[in-house]
């Protein structure tokens, strides 16, 4: 019943911006935690960033100043802004949300969108 869609990827050049945005619906009844994953070619999944319920966002430490997680309560929607994009910035972006919906509580994932930087 809950799905989270991603979506706001594509191509860019180098040192250009995307704003990826990732809505989440279906049976909720609230979410907590929301957040960014990506992966790399022939890398793990790693960390980008997440907010909780009341917008405070922690980031990894390398990706500060580069990347900025919002959410919109009311619209179910995490956002990540990524300014300045390189080519390592290459890869799956997937979104998350710890949500509490008809039959538990548990993290959701999207499928993930595709942003690819070129040199």
């Known amino acids: 019943q809950v799905q989270l869609v991603e979506s706001g990827g594509g191509l860019v050049e180098t040192g250009g911006s995307l704003r990826l945005s990732c809505v989440a619906s279906?049976?909720?009844?609230?979410?907590?935690?929301m957040g960014w994953h990506r992966q790399a070619p022939g890398k793990e999944r790693e960390l980008v960033a997440l907010?909780?319920?009341?917008?405070?966002?922690n980031y990894k430490d390398s990706m500060r100043g580069r990347f900025t997680i919002s959410r919109d309560n009311a619209k179910n929607t995490v956002y990540l802004e990524i300014e300045n994009l390189r080519p390592e910035g290459t890869a799956v972006y997937y979104c998350?949300?710890?949500?509490?919906?008809?039959?538990?509580?548990?993290?959701?994932w999207g499928k993930g969108t595709q942003v690819t930087v070129s040199s």
């Open positions: 907010i909780s319920i009341n917008g405070i966002a």
């Open positions: 279906g049976a909720i009844l609230s979410i907590n935690d």
């Open positions: 998350y949300g710890d949500i509490m919906h008809s039959t538990g509580y548990d993290r959701r």
